[in-house]
């Protein structure tokens, strides 16, 4: 009894930790940045992942175009997940909102992947060039609210 006590504890926990550790990232059934492969902003060239080569982290998939950009996330996957769960970077310094994105509008900011809504003539990455400092650090305080509540 003990023993099937201490498994169920396991497992509800495990269940638990995964799910909130993917409520707040942007998912397409299961899959992070629209199939984009996150090594390959780093590049300076965003594409396609292919979905045969994939892994998971915190609950999302990640789509890779090769097996040495699936072995550099896996190494470190922190370095290379988008900023924000893959949220639009603006929305969330100018309004604290989950707002989709455009895969290919992003901006590397001191290592680190940010994404942004780029559709109806309305391009976010250009608001956000044009306060950039403020609306960074009002995204991460909305952020920082946003994954503790």
């Not at 175009?65 to 470190?76: D, H, M, P």
């Amino acid at each position: 009894m003990k023993k099937i006590l201490i498994i169920l504890v396991i497992l509800l926990a495990g269940a638990s930790l995964g799910y909130t550790q993917n409520t707040h990232i942007n998912l397409k059934k299961g899959v992070a940045i629209q199939g984009y492969d996150p090594i390959s902003y780093f590049d300076g060239f965003p594409q396609k992942g292919d979905k045969e080569i994939n892994a998971t982290h915190k609950g999302a998939i990640y789509y890779f175009s090769t097996v040495e950009n699936k072995a550099k996330f896996l190494n470190n996957p922190f370095a290379f997940q988008p900023e924000y769960g893959g949220w639009c970077a603006y929305a969330m310094g100018a309004n604290g909102d989950k707002v989709k994105i455009n895969p290919e509008t992003y901006k590397i900011i001191n290592g680190k992947l940010y994404l942004f809504y780029n559709a109806f003539f309305n391009n976010t990455l250009d608001s956000w060039n044009e306060d950039e400092e403020n609306l960074k650090k009002k995204a991460d305080q909305n952020w920082n609210k946003l994954i503790k509540s």
